[in-house]
């Protein structure tokens, strides 16, 4: 089961560094206006500053999320998986002994 997911894991994470690396990329276009003019653009440092800023917050929170499913899913398959290495709930012995004796 696992195998069939990473395909689509390693697309979606291909696609979210794409879109990344597009906005830093138009975020770098801006670095034109404020060297061609003379003009006073103080406003505007804070103004790129801070949505540089806040998209890289934006951005870490999307890597943490996603790591987070993927930490999630890989858990439910070991614990549901056909190996069965973990059990959600730990059982004591005198209950195994119990529910074997049902």
Known sequence: MLESVL???????GTMML?????????LTLFGL???TDTK???FYFLYFAALIISSFLAGAV??????L????????NAIGPKKEKQII????????KLKTL
């Open 7 to 13: 395909p689509s894991v390693h697309t979606f994470s």
């Open 19 to 27: 879109a990344l690396i597009t906005v830093l990329a138009l975020m």
């Open 34 to 36: 404020s060297t061609s």
């Open 41 to 43: 653009l103080e406003w």
């Open 63 to 68: 890597i943490t999320v996603v790591l987070m």
């Open 70 to 77: 993927y930490n999630a899913v890989r858990n439910i398959i």
């Open 90 to 97: 730990p059982i004591d012995e005198d209950l195994k002994v």
